[in-house]
Protein backbone atom coordinates (compact mmCIF):
# COMPACT_ATOMS: atom_id res chain seq x y z
CA UNK A 1 0.00 0.00 0.00
CA UNK A 2 1.25 3.20 -0.88
CA UNK A 3 2.46 5.48 2.09
CA UNK A 4 1.38 8.75 0.41
CA UNK A 5 -1.28 9.56 -0.86
CA UNK A 6 -2.56 12.75 -3.36
CA UNK A 7 -5.50 14.08 -4.34
CA UNK A 8 -6.70 15.13 -6.72
CA UNK A 9 -5.40 12.93 -9.18
CA UNK A 10 -5.28 15.41 -11.86
CA UNK A 11 -7.15 19.24 -12.23
CA UNK A 12 -7.51 22.30 -15.12
CA UNK A 13 -7.41 25.10 -13.71
CA UNK A 14 -7.51 28.96 -16.11
CA UNK A 15 -4.22 30.69 -16.17
CA UNK A 16 -4.02 33.29 -12.97
CA UNK A 17 -5.84 31.46 -10.91
CA UNK A 18 -4.54 29.52 -7.81
CA UNK A 19 -5.13 26.13 -6.86
CA UNK A 20 -4.12 23.55 -3.76
CA UNK A 21 -3.16 20.10 -4.26
CA UNK A 22 -3.55 17.71 -0.97
CA UNK A 23 -1.07 15.21 0.35
CA UNK A 24 -1.71 12.45 2.97
CA UNK A 25 1.02 10.62 4.35
CA UNK A 26 1.16 7.47 7.02
CA UNK A 27 5.31 7.30 7.08
CA UNK A 28 5.88 7.48 10.69
CA UNK A 29 8.23 8.89 11.90
CA UNK A 30 9.23 10.87 9.24
CA UNK A 31 12.02 12.71 8.75
CA UNK A 32 11.01 15.23 6.28
CA UNK A 33 8.21 16.01 3.67
CA UNK A 34 8.97 17.37 0.08
CA UNK A 35 7.17 18.62 -3.14
CA UNK A 36 8.75 17.91 -6.22
CA UNK A 37 7.64 19.34 -10.05
CA UNK A 38 8.09 17.19 -12.76
CA UNK A 39 7.26 18.10 -16.65
CA UNK A 40 6.25 15.97 -19.54
CA UNK A 41 9.40 13.51 -20.09
CA UNK A 42 11.52 15.34 -17.77
CA UNK A 43 13.06 14.22 -14.40
CA UNK A 44 11.24 15.63 -11.12
CA UNK A 45 12.92 18.89 -9.86
CA UNK A 46 13.01 19.84 -6.41
CA UNK A 47 10.13 22.37 -4.94
CA UNK A 48 10.38 22.38 -1.08
CA UNK A 49 11.61 20.58 1.15
CA UNK A 50 9.86 20.56 5.05
CA UNK A 51 11.67 19.26 8.49
CA UNK A 52 8.29 17.91 10.83
CA UNK A 53 8.88 21.13 13.00
CA UNK A 54 8.44 22.99 10.00
CA UNK A 55 4.56 24.46 9.24
CA UNK A 56 5.21 26.16 5.49
CA UNK A 57 7.72 26.77 3.26
CA UNK A 58 7.27 28.99 -0.10
CA UNK A 59 9.34 28.73 -3.54
CA UNK A 60 8.29 31.67 -5.24
CA UNK A 61 4.68 30.95 -5.92
CA UNK A 62 4.83 27.73 -4.60
CA UNK A 63 3.42 27.37 -1.08
CA UNK A 64 3.70 24.05 0.84
CA UNK A 65 1.96 23.50 4.34
CA UNK A 66 2.77 20.66 6.92
CA UNK A 67 0.86 19.25 9.62
CA UNK A 68 2.46 16.79 11.08
CA UNK A 69 -0.50 15.74 13.70
CA UNK A 70 -2.86 15.51 10.84
CA UNK A 71 -0.04 13.59 8.52
CA UNK A 72 -0.51 16.06 5.79
CA UNK A 73 0.28 18.72 3.24
CA UNK A 74 -0.58 21.08 1.07
CA UNK A 75 1.07 22.39 -1.97
CA UNK A 76 -0.54 26.20 -3.10
CA UNK A 77 -0.17 27.82 -6.24
CA UNK A 78 -0.92 31.53 -6.45
CA UNK A 79 -1.76 33.42 -9.70
CA UNK A 80 -0.74 29.84 -12.19
CA UNK A 81 0.70 30.33 -15.22
CA UNK A 82 0.91 28.07 -18.79
CA UNK A 83 4.60 26.58 -17.76
CA UNK A 84 2.89 25.45 -14.49
CA UNK A 85 1.04 22.76 -16.02
CA UNK A 86 3.23 20.05 -14.89
CA UNK A 87 2.84 16.79 -12.41
CA UNK A 88 3.34 17.54 -8.66
CA UNK A 89 4.91 15.13 -6.33
CA UNK A 90 4.83 14.42 -2.41
CA UNK A 91 7.55 12.71 -1.38
CA UNK A 92 8.14 12.18 2.34
CA UNK A 93 10.96 10.23 3.91
CA UNK A 94 11.17 8.03 7.40
CA UNK A 95 13.41 9.19 9.90
CA UNK A 96 15.57 5.73 10.27
CA UNK A 97 16.14 5.86 6.09
CA UNK A 98 16.03 9.40 5.76
CA UNK A 99 17.89 8.98 1.91
CA UNK A 100 14.72 6.53 1.00
CA UNK A 101 12.23 8.96 -0.67
CA UNK A 102 8.15 7.58 -0.78
CA UNK A 103 6.75 9.06 -3.64
CA UNK A 104 2.94 9.88 -4.33
CA UNK A 105 1.40 8.98 -7.58
CA UNK A 106 1.09 13.02 -8.31
CA UNK A 107 -1.43 15.30 -9.16
CA UNK A 108 -1.25 16.16 -13.18
CA UNK A 109 -2.34 20.25 -13.39
CA UNK A 110 -3.28 21.77 -16.53
CA UNK A 111 -3.19 25.33 -16.40
CA UNK A 112 -5.26 26.40 -20.42
CA UNK A 113 -5.25 30.07 -21.35
CA UNK B 1 27.20 19.83 -17.58
CA UNK B 2 25.67 21.13 -14.72
CA UNK B 3 22.79 18.68 -14.54
CA UNK B 4 22.20 14.72 -13.95
CA UNK B 5 22.87 13.25 -17.11
CA UNK B 6 21.82 10.06 -18.21
CA UNK B 7 21.90 7.50 -21.16
CA UNK B 8 20.91 6.54 -23.82
CA UNK B 9 17.31 8.93 -23.75
CA UNK B 10 15.28 5.92 -25.04
CA UNK B 11 16.20 2.64 -24.97
CA UNK B 12 14.19 -0.46 -26.92
CA UNK B 13 15.28 -4.21 -26.04
CA UNK B 14 13.81 -7.20 -27.00
CA UNK B 15 12.41 -9.78 -24.39
CA UNK B 16 15.49 -11.35 -22.51
CA UNK B 17 18.66 -9.24 -23.94
CA UNK B 18 20.32 -7.50 -21.04
CA UNK B 19 20.75 -3.63 -20.93
CA UNK B 20 23.19 -1.54 -19.64
CA UNK B 21 21.91 2.25 -18.69
CA UNK B 22 24.41 4.94 -17.47
CA UNK B 23 23.87 8.19 -14.79
CA UNK B 24 26.48 10.77 -15.00
CA UNK B 25 26.01 12.76 -11.38
CA UNK B 26 26.89 16.23 -10.49
CA UNK B 27 30.49 16.53 -10.26
CA UNK B 28 31.20 16.02 -6.34
CA UNK B 29 28.25 15.04 -5.63
CA UNK B 30 28.39 12.30 -3.18
CA UNK B 31 25.01 10.51 -2.92
CA UNK B 32 23.36 8.68 -5.84
CA UNK B 33 20.18 7.07 -6.07
CA UNK B 34 18.38 4.69 -9.00
CA UNK B 35 14.73 4.93 -8.99
CA UNK B 36 11.69 2.94 -11.16
CA UNK B 37 8.99 4.75 -12.58
CA UNK B 38 6.09 3.28 -14.17
CA UNK B 39 3.92 5.18 -15.85
CA UNK B 40 1.34 7.79 -14.22
CA UNK B 41 2.87 6.95 -11.01
CA UNK B 42 5.88 8.26 -8.78
CA UNK B 43 9.34 6.80 -8.81
CA UNK B 44 10.51 4.16 -6.68
CA UNK B 45 13.73 3.81 -4.83
CA UNK B 46 15.64 0.99 -6.55
CA UNK B 47 19.02 1.64 -5.07
CA UNK B 48 22.00 4.17 -2.83
CA UNK B 49 25.61 4.54 -3.20
CA UNK B 50 27.42 6.81 -1.32
CA UNK B 51 30.56 7.50 -3.14
CA UNK B 52 31.52 3.88 -4.53
CA UNK B 53 29.59 1.63 -1.72
CA UNK B 54 26.44 0.71 -2.64
CA UNK B 55 24.64 1.07 0.99
CA UNK B 56 21.41 -0.09 -0.03
CA UNK B 57 20.05 -2.34 -3.04
CA UNK B 58 16.53 -3.18 -1.30
CA UNK B 59 14.36 -1.59 -3.89
CA UNK B 60 15.99 -3.84 -6.51
CA UNK B 61 13.38 -6.29 -7.79
CA UNK B 62 14.64 -8.72 -9.11
CA UNK B 63 18.90 -10.14 -8.93
CA UNK B 64 18.48 -9.54 -12.80
CA UNK B 65 18.98 -5.60 -12.07
CA UNK B 66 22.85 -4.56 -10.62
CA UNK B 67 24.13 -1.45 -10.62
CA UNK B 68 27.65 -0.24 -9.72
CA UNK B 69 29.22 3.47 -9.18
CA UNK B 70 33.01 1.71 -9.31
CA UNK B 71 34.94 4.91 -9.26
CA UNK B 72 32.46 6.96 -6.97
CA UNK B 73 31.12 9.20 -10.14
CA UNK B 74 29.24 7.26 -13.43
CA UNK B 75 26.82 4.87 -12.29
CA UNK B 76 25.68 2.05 -14.37
CA UNK B 77 22.20 0.13 -13.54
CA UNK B 78 22.38 -3.29 -15.67
CA UNK B 79 19.33 -5.49 -16.02
CA UNK B 80 19.93 -9.05 -17.27
CA UNK B 81 17.32 -11.23 -19.65
CA UNK B 82 14.72 -8.49 -19.58
CA UNK B 83 11.04 -9.19 -19.12
CA UNK B 84 8.53 -6.95 -20.09
CA UNK B 85 7.45 -5.71 -16.90
CA UNK B 86 10.95 -4.35 -16.78
CA UNK B 87 9.24 -1.43 -19.12
CA UNK B 88 9.27 1.54 -16.93
CA UNK B 89 11.77 4.66 -16.75
CA UNK B 90 14.57 4.75 -15.05
CA UNK B 91 15.75 7.81 -12.83
CA UNK B 92 19.14 8.64 -11.04
CA UNK B 93 19.45 11.40 -8.41
CA UNK B 94 22.51 13.02 -6.85
CA UNK B 95 23.03 14.79 -3.78
CA UNK B 96 25.67 16.34 -2.65
CA UNK B 97 26.25 15.00 0.30
CA UNK B 98 26.15 11.31 1.47
CA UNK B 99 23.00 10.85 3.82
CA UNK B 100 21.50 13.81 2.38
CA UNK B 101 19.06 14.87 5.26
CA UNK B 102 16.39 17.87 3.65
CA UNK B 103 18.90 18.17 1.17
CA UNK B 104 17.20 18.05 -2.57
CA UNK B 105 18.10 15.34 -4.61
CA UNK B 106 19.08 16.04 -8.17
CA UNK B 107 17.07 14.46 -10.95
CA UNK B 108 18.30 13.39 -14.45
CA UNK B 109 15.65 13.00 -17.13
CA UNK B 110 15.86 9.83 -17.29
CA UNK B 111 15.76 6.42 -19.53
CA UNK B 112 12.77 5.28 -21.03
CA UNK B 113 13.46 1.60 -21.16
CA UNK B 114 10.77 -0.54 -23.38
CA UNK B 115 10.65 -4.31 -23.61
CA UNK B 116 8.97 -5.75 -26.53
Known amino acids: KNQVEQSPQSLIILEGKNCTLQ??????????LRWYKQDTGRGPVSLTI?????NTKSNGRYTATLDADTKQSSLHITASQLSDSASYIC????????????FGAGTTVTVRA | GAGVSQSPRYKVAKRGQDVALRCDPI?????LFWYQQALGQGPEFLTY????????KSGLPSDRFFAERPEGSVSTLKIQRTQQEDSAVYLC??????????????FGDGTRLSIL
Open chain 2, 93 to 106: ASSLVGRPINQPQH
Open chain 1, 23 to 32: CNYTVSPFSN
Open chain 1, 50 to 54: MTFSE
Open chain 1, 91 to 102: VVSLRSNDYKLS
Open chain 2, 27 to 31: SGHVS
Open chain 2, 49 to 56: FQNEAQLD
